[in-house]
């Protein structure tokens, strides 16, 4: 699975849209980007995923760069629920028998 | 289905008892997976179940650690001779497979503390 590198932490202001960036520049073709988070004390819970095209659903929105090397997770307002450890992973769509592997993740802290 | 389920939450013991966790898994989902998380970490992966059989062990899997999925359905992870090293959360996963790598889902985990 492809390497990626998330800033330790950010901070948001409630009711802004939070951005949490990731580099991934060795994700290879079939490869797909995975955004996961946890809150405190409860186990990671799945947001989105994507390939190549901008993705959307209720929790958020992936927008992934045109050379795939690095994308950036939307939560277009964020409230204090969100915050929450966020975790960028890069693997295949499915039938891989190797389990997810997480990094450090990004600390995202909302601020009222 | 309530998801999946981990006992206990919370667990002190002291160095060189021994601790069995609990998991029980979505009841359609065929892959259980163990993780453990210490602090300021991301989870790291411990072993796996395709139903009862145990086919990836992690190098982070000691012989002190045992883990089993006897009927295919729920999973212990086993610690023996504790040592204060072992304090860490205790995650369970499952999923379906063959299925898309969007479908793990997690329970809330066992916090073991060893004094």
């Known amino acids: 699975d492809a390497k990626t590198t998330q800033p330790t932490s950010m901070d948001c202001a409630e009711g802004r849209a939070a951005n949490l960036p990731c580099n991934h520049s060795t994700i290879s073709g079939n490869e797909y980007v995975y955004w996961y988070r946890q809150i405190h004390s409860q186990g990671p819970q799945y947001i989105i995923h994507?390939?190549?095209n901008n993705e959307t659903n209720e929790m958020a929105s992936l927008i992934i760069t045109e050379d795939r090397k690095s994308s950036t997770l939307i939560l277009p307002h964020a409230t204090l629920r969100d915050t929450a450890v966020y975790y960028c992973?890069?693997?295949?769509?499915?039938?891989?028998?190797?389990?997810?592997?997480f990094g450090s993740g990004t600390q995202l802290t909302v601020l009222p | 289905d309530t998801g999946v389920s981990q006992n206990p939450r919370h667990k002190i013991t002291k160095r060189g008892q021994n601790v069995t966790f609990r998991c029980d898994p979505i009841s359609e989902h065929n892959r259980l997976y163990w993780y453990r998380q210490t602090l300021g970490q991301g989870p790291e992966f411990l072993t796996y179940?395709?139903?009862?059989?145990?086919?990836?062990k992690s190098r982070l899997l000691s012989d002190r650690f045992s883990a089993e999925r006897p009927k295919g359905s729920f999973s212990t992870l086993e610690i023996q001779r504790t040592e204060q090293g072992d304090s860490a959360m205790y995650l369970c996963?499952?999923?379906?497979?063959?299925?898309?790598?969007?479908?793990?889902?997690f329970g809330s985990g066992t916090r073991l503390t060893v004094v």
């Open positions: 992973i890069v693997r295949g769509l499915s039938g891989s028998a190797r389990q997810l592997t």
């Open positions: 994507g390939l190549k």
């Open positions: 996963a499952s999923r379906y497979d063959p299925g898309p790598n969007y479908g793990y889902t």
């Open positions: 179940f395709q139903n009862e059989a145990q086919l990836e």
